[in-house]
Nanobody, 119 residues
Framework: QVQLVESGGGLAQPGGSLRLSCAAS????????MDWYRQLPGEQRELVAK???????NYADSAKGRFTISRDNAKNTVTLDMSRLKPEDSAIYYC?????????????WGQGTQVTVAS
């Protein structure tokens, strides 16, 4: 069982920056692909950025050029650096861990952290 705890959300001004962190425990962190998702009320969660266990990254079009995802397998953490923030980036951001165990998909979610971008 993997526990994920996000931190770093809060209020930022348009054009500003925030760093979200996700600390993992209870599993072998390096086995998991790690993602950041976000969700607005009444909407589905959308993938923001992914870093595979091999270190490859992928971003939603809305995040490209502004957000950077990274992982530290020694510290069991994944970080999302967000810059040039826009009001439409406001959402609850969730950390997600995923791996395949044989034919089974295994995934875990954090509790989420609120990001609000407003002047």
């Amino acid at each position: 069982q993997v526990q994920l705890v996000e931190s770093g959300g809060g209020l930022a001004q348009p054009g500003g920056s925030l760093r979200l962190s996700c600390a993992a425990s209870g599993g072998i962190f390096s086995l998991y692909d790690m993602d950041w998702y976000r969700q607005l009320p009444g909407e589905q969660r959308e993938l923001v950025a992914k870093v595979t266990r091999g270190g490859d990254t992928n971003y939603a079009d809305s995040a490209k050029g502004r957000f950077t995802i990274s992982r530290d397998n020694a510290k069991n953490t994944v970080t999302l650096d967000m810059s040039r923030l826009k009001p439409e980036d406001s959402a609850i951001y969730y950390c997600h861990a995923y791996r395949l165990a044989g034919d089974a998909e295994v995934d875990y979610w954090g509790q989420g952290t609120q990001v609000t971008v407003a002047s």
